[in-house]
């Protein structure tokens, strides 16, 4: 299906398929992270993105419905400790929404 | 493009966490203290039982010390691999060397050039050894223990102070920047425990 602007310019086709769940800043950051390790913890998510734990816990959540992440919960003694990695499927996904965000931008016209 | 660029600086951090504790800075530090002790008490065992009591040492207290303050990362397989390669590479460089000291200080006959400019060979070595750790891991401090550790050798030579007071030296400098390192670490981090239904569990 060709989707068009307002005024009728077809919008570039790479611009439809960006994934827009991944496309929002703290999501990507989330998926960026878990994209270069195996396994991430909550705890250190929380610190290298600065979210706080209801933010964190809200964005790995819906990254979880649409089957991008794993979350394990395991208890260390009396602790908690939540285990986060990115499926096949997310891992596809991040890769397909850089190479559709380089498109878009490498299509872009010069001043 | 902005975003790879944006990758390999997420991943670079990922790398950083392992060095933001200081601890290594610690190990270092103690190691070099092996060495001068080795040389004043002639006990060539002395860098090989501190290089592994304390390398082991130091990821248990990483599990106590630093995962509860900064939370766990595993990193994928093949960053594992290369991680392991280059400790295999550096632990096997100090091991070569360390033999290679103890060979060419017990040879009885051997140059006079080399009789005097070996502790500056061989510092200049163990230096360049930590600057390959520098440049790997991108901790710039590790550039300034390498200065440290030559620094030793040179003062050695022109000042005529004894070689093992330069290890010891360099070494005692190196645990107290350590020190100082995971002393703001611990202010900085406090431990943290996962929120549960929005309350935390002590």
Redesign the interface.
């Known amino acids: 299906m060709v989707r068009t602007f307002n005024n009728g310019d077809q919008i570039p086709e790479p611009v439809t398929r960006i994934d827009r769940l991944i496309h929002e800043p703290s999501r990507y950051t989330l998926m960026?992270?878990l994209?270069?390790?195996?396994?991430?913890?909550?705890?250190?998510?929380?610190?290298?993105t600065g979210m706080t734990?209801?933010n964190l816990s809200a964005h790995l959540g819906k990254l979880e419905v649409a089957g991008y992440v794993v979350i394990e919960k395991e208890f260390l003694g009396?602790?908690?400790?939540?285990?986060v990695r990115l499926t096949d499927e997310g891992r596809n996904a991040f890769e397909e929404y850089?190479g559709n965000?380089?498109r878009v931008?490498d299509n872009l016209p010069t001043k | 493009m902005v975003a790879d660029v944006n990758l390999k600086e997420i991943q670079r951090k990922v790398y950083m966490t392992f060095f933001q504790d200081g601890l290594w800075d610690i190990f270092l530090g103690l190691f070099i203290l092996g060495w001068g002790l080795s040389i004043l008490t002639e006990a060539a065992y002395l860098p090989g039982v501190f290089f592994t009591g304390i390398y082991f040492t130091i990821w248990g207290i990483k599990k106590w010390l630093t995962y509860p303050r900064i939370g766990y990362v595993r990193f994928s397989a093949t960053s594992r691999r290369r991680i392991t390669a280059r400790f295999l590479i550096l632990g096997t460089a100090v091991l070569l060397l360390g033999v290679m000291a103890a060979v060419l200080w017990g040879i009885g006959t051997r140059p006079q050039w080399l009789a005097d400019y070996f502790p500056l060979i061989f510092n200049g070595m163990l230096a360049a050894i930590v600057c390959f750790v520098a440049y790997w891991a991108r901790v710039n401090r590790f550039y300034l223990h390498a200065a440290l550790i030559f620094l030793g050798a040179v003062f050695h030579l022109w000042l005529g102070t004894r070689w093992e007071f330069g290890f010891i030296g360099a070494g005692g400098i190196i645990v107290l920047i350590g020190l100082g390192i995971l002393i703001s670490f611990l202010r900085k981090y406090p431990k943290m425990v996962e929120e549960v239904h929005g309350e935390d569990l002590q």
Do not use: S
């Not at chain 1, 994209?35 to 290298?48: G, M, N, P």
């Not at chain 1, 009396?78 to 285990?83: C, I």
């Open positions: 960026a992270y994209y270069v390790v195996e396994v991430a913890d909550f705890l250190f998510l929380l610190r290298q734990w209801g009396k602790k908690p400790h939540t285990t850089r965000m380089k931008l």
